[in-house]
């Protein structure tokens, strides 16, 4: 048995097993492969990854608070996980530990179309804001970063790529992403980010990592007002076929990772 898992601080509520087995069982690989979720105190992370190989796992994802401890304990990294400082993936192979951050590839595959020249509105200098500025910048946005915390989005900016902005007007931008933890728990973002309701328009896409069971309140908002929306399953499952890839070298069967992750 080909073991795959994916390692968080808490991880029970994760839906990559869910999504991860239905792709395995959907290409025929459900009997030699197998996917499961290990809770990893930050403190145990290195150890429990260094044992991992010796336990028949070829692969993990990782989750928070591991990204960039999954950078340390690595001997080989991609330039997408070097640069943004941060990976989810990590693969197992003869004796070496790889990592990738397959987070910021699926985000802009995720998009209905490309981002060259688009003004974009990222809030949020979090783990996942960095993968998304890194992402858009090289893609060649015009990339403004808004972060509560403002030092934090003016140091991100600094590394990576883009401008940061304190009071941004919401109606200046093609794609608005929300990277905060802002709907996680319910939260109003309305309240809490520098957006009205009433600015979001058809010409707009707008991206909210957060998930839940109900579609968030601002993407609730931004289809009301006819704009593009994309969800943060869409980017679950995003990462997960780019890490379903990378482990297993075939196509990910996209439609079954869909409806097991939106269950
Ligand atoms: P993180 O590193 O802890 O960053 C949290 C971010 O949220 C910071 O920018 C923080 O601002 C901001 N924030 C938190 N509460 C806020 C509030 N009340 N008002 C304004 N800003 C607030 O977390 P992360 O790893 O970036 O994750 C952020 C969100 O993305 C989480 O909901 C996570 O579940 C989601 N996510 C989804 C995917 C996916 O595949 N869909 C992948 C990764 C992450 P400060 O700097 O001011 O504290």
């Known amino acids: 048995m080909?073991?795959?898992?994916v390692l968080g601080h808490p991880v029970a509520h994760s839906r990559s097993p869910a999504m991860q087995e239905a792709a395995l069982d959907a290409v025929g690989l459900g009997g030699e492969w197998s996917y499961e979720a290990i809770d990893v105190d930050p403190g145990d992370f290195e150890a429990r990854v260094r044992a991992m190989p010796g336990e028949g796992f070829v692969g993990a994802n990782v989750t928070?608070?591991?990204?960039?401890?999954?950078?340390?304990?690595?001997?080989?990294?991609?330039?997408?996980?070097?640069?943004?400082?941060?990976?989810n993936a990590l693969?197992?192979?003869?004796?070496?530990?790889?990592?990738?951050n397959t987070d910021a590839p699926g985000f802009l595959e995720a998009l209905p179309g490309p981002v060259a020249g688009r003004r974009a509105?990222?809030?949020?200098?979090?783990?996942?804001?960095?993968?998304?500025?890194?992402?858009?910048?090289?893609?060649?946005?015009?990339?403004?970063?808004?972060?509560r915390t403002e030092l934090r989005a003016a140091h991100l900016c600094e590394e990576l790529g883009g401008r940061s902005v304190t009071d941004p007007d919401p109606a200046a931008y093609e794609l608005l992403v929300n990277t905060t933890a802002v709907g996680l728990r319910g939260e109003d973002p309305f309240a809490e980010l520098p957006l009205r309701a009433a600015d979001l328009a058809p010409s707009q896409t707008v991206v909210d990592m957060v998930?839940?069971?109900?579609?968030?309140?601002?993407?609730?908002?931004?289809?009301?007002?006819?704009?593009?929306?994309?969800d943060g399953i869409e980017l679950l499952v995003r990462q997960g076929a780019r890490s379903f890839r990378i482990w297993t070298g075939r196509e990910a069967p996209l439609d079954a990772m869909r409806s097991a992750a939106r269950v």
């Open 64 to 87: 928070v608070p591991h990204k960039g401890a999954a950078l340390s304990v690595a001997d080989v990294l991609s330039e997408t996980a070097r640069e943004i400082g941060a990976a």
């Open 121 to 147: 509105l990222v809030l949020g200098a979090g783990g996942a804001g960095r993968a998304i500025v890194w992402a858009l910048a090289r893609e060649g946005a015009e990339v403004e970063v808004w972060n």
């Open 91 to 100: 693969s197992f192979e003869a004796g070496e530990i790889r990592a990738d």
């Open 211 to 230: 998930y839940g069971a109900e579609p968030t309140r601002l993407l609730a908002a931004a289809e009301a007002a006819g704009a593009t929306t994309v």
């Open 2 to 5: 080909k073991r795959l898992a």
